[in-house]
């Protein structure tokens, strides 16, 4: 049986979370603790008092300042994420892992690139959920899908931890 594709917006497949309680135990994320370009963090902050936007395992924390920097990754665990970061959770019948490919792709940074601000440009949130992607219909294509990227993901961070002596 082929696999059914379709457009759909960003904003139909995922909710962006805008708020959440800033909880005192929570690990808290700031945007220099990610690593660009490779879904990494290189620590996190012990909880503070900084406000930010609450995330759990799962979500993918986004950081729209200056998105050429490619700033993000994959939550493995309940957290804060303290700056410019969107937290972005996969709906109803969308895989995590395809949704993290997704905003890896060449198309969604082009996307995303188109900013706001000069001196601290900023993603546009309208912009980039308006946005078309040619998503599969089944979760089990997404995951396939999700899951081969992760695993290329896996082997370039696994070369570039032993090329930079990343902990």
Same mark, same amino acid.
């Given at each position: 049986?082929?696999?059914?594709?379709?457009?759909?917006?960003?904003?139909?497949?995922?909710?962006?979370?805008?708020?959440?309680?800033?909880?005192?135990?929570?690990?808290?994320?700031? %945007?220099?603790?990610?690593?660009?370009?490779?879904? @990494? *963090?290189?620590?996190?902050?012990?909880?503070? &008092? +900084?406000?930010?936007? =609450?995330?759990?395992?799962?979500?993918?924390?986004?950081?729209?300042?200056?998105?050429?920097?490619?700033?993000?990754?994959?939550?493995?665990?309940?957290?804060?994420?303290?700056?410019?970061?969107?937290?972005?959770?996969?709906?109803?019948?969308?895989?995590?892992?395809?949704? %993290?490919?997704?905003?890896?792709?060449?198309?969604? @940074? *082009?996307?995303?690139?188109?900013?706001?601000? &000069? +001196?601290?440009?900023? =993603?546009?949130?309208?912009?980039?959920?308006?946005?078309?992607?040619?998503?599969?219909?089944?979760?089990?294509?997404?995951?396939?899908?999700?899951?081969?990227?992760?695993?290329?993901?896996?082997?370039?961070?696994?070369?570039?931890?032993?090329?930079?002596?990343?902990?």
């Amino acid at each position: 049986m082929p696999y059914v594709w379709e457009q759909r917006k960003l904003g139909e497949i995922v909710t962006r979370i805008t708020a959440g309680q800033n909880k005192s135990d929570f690990p808290q994320v700031e %945007y220099e603790n990610v690593i660009p370009e490779y879904g @990494q *963090l290189k620590g996190i902050c012990n909880a503070t &008092t +900084k406000k930010g936007v =609450a995330f759990t395992a799962g979500d993918i924390v986004y950081g729209k300042l200056r998105p050429y920097l490619k700033k993000w990754f994959l939550a493995k665990f309940s957290g804060t994420a303290v700056g410019d970061f969107w937290v972005l959770r996969p709906r109803e019948k969308i895989s995590t892992s395809f949704v %993290y490919a997704l905003i890896q792709s060449k198309e969604f @940074q *082009l996307v995303a690139n188109i900013t706001s601000g &000069t +001196k601290m440009p900023r =993603a546009d949130w309208t912009n980039v959920s308006e946005h078309k992607y040619i998503v599969p219909v089944h979760i089990e294509e997404q995951k396939s899908i999700g899951s081969l990227c992760s695993i290329v993901d896996n082997l370039i961070v696994a070369n570039e931890r032993n090329r930079f002596g990343w902990t």
